[in-house]
């Protein structure tokens, strides 16, 4: 079993920045691939970034991409996701997720395990 918590999330101004921090425990954190998701209010859940359990390949969703970076210290056992540029459309709860088999890494239901997710507020 895998244990997430999500952290960094908070309030900030269009074209803001933020830096939100995934810890893992509970199994080999290098062994595994990983991903972050957000859920804007009143709408369903969207892919944001991936990462493999190296950090040698990242994948985001094109309406990110050029803003968000995903990284992970295995060291730490924690993977990240800088925001640059953000939008009032980034408003969303952003969770981490734990992909333990090959797939898509667009697709949620390649994800095994879950946290409980940090809001991210992004203000007009």
């Known amino acids: 079993q895998v244990q997430l918590v999500e952290s960094g999330g908070g309030l900030v101004q269009t074209g803001g920045s933020l830096r939100l921090s995934c810890k893992a425990s509970g199994r080999t954190f290098n062994s595994y691939a990983m991903g972050w998701f957000r859920q804007p209010p009143g709408k369903e859940r969207e892919f944001v970034g991936g990462?493999?359990?190296?950090?040698?390949?990242?994948y985001y969703a094109e309406i990110v991409k050029g803003r968000f970076t995903i990284s992970r210290d295995n060291g730490k056992n924690t993977v990240y996701l800088e925001m640059n540029s953000l939008k009032p459309i980034d408003t969303a709860v952003y969770s981490c997720a734990v992909k333990y088999r090959s797939g898509n890494y667009f697709d949620a239901r390649y994800y095994d395990y879950w946290g409980q997710g940090t809001q991210v507020t992004v203000s007009s």
């Open positions: 990462i493999d359990s190296s950090g040698t390949s990242t």
